[in-house]
């Protein structure tokens, strides 16, 4: 089994910037790619960020192009999520996922399996 958790998430300005941390335990996830995911009230949950296995690859959603980054360091099983020029839309749980196919982005054949609890960023006007 794997276990993630997530940090990082908090109250900022607009503008402003926070680092999301997801942590996995239990087993390595340096074969896996790593989704970050992210969900308000009353809204479909929402493909943030992505990165495959290796960290090669990375994916964004269009909402957060130009101003997200993804990264994982192997050797501490840990994927972080840089977010600039935070807006008030960017408000919700930010949960991060392990897809055992290695890819880290939703599509055809992706397996999701393992999902963290969620950090909450809230970004005031």
């Known amino acids: 089994q794997v276990q993630l958790v997530e940090s990082g998430g908090g109250l900022v300005q607009a503008g402003g910037s926070l680092r999301l941390s997801c942590a996995a335990s239990?087993?390595?996830?340096?074969?896996?790619?790593i989704g970050w995911f992210r969900r308000s009230p009353g809204k479909e949950r929402e493909f943030v960020a992505g990165i495959n296995w290796n960290g090669g690859s990375t994916y964004y959603g269009n909402s957060v192009k130009g101003r997200f980054t993804i990264s994982r360091d192997n050797v501490d099983d840990t994927v972080y999520l840089q977010m600039n020029d935070l807006k008030p839309s960017d408000t919700a749980l930010y949960s991060c996922?392990?897809?055992?196919?290695?890819?880290?982005?939703?599509?055809?054949?992706?397996?999701?399996?393992?999902w963290g609890q969620g950090t909450q960023v809230t970004v005031s006007s």
């Open positions: 996922a392990a897809d055992l196919s290695g890819v880290g982005y939703p599509g055809i054949e992706r397996d999701f399996r393992f």
């Open positions: 239990g087993r390595t996830v340096s074969r896996y790619g």
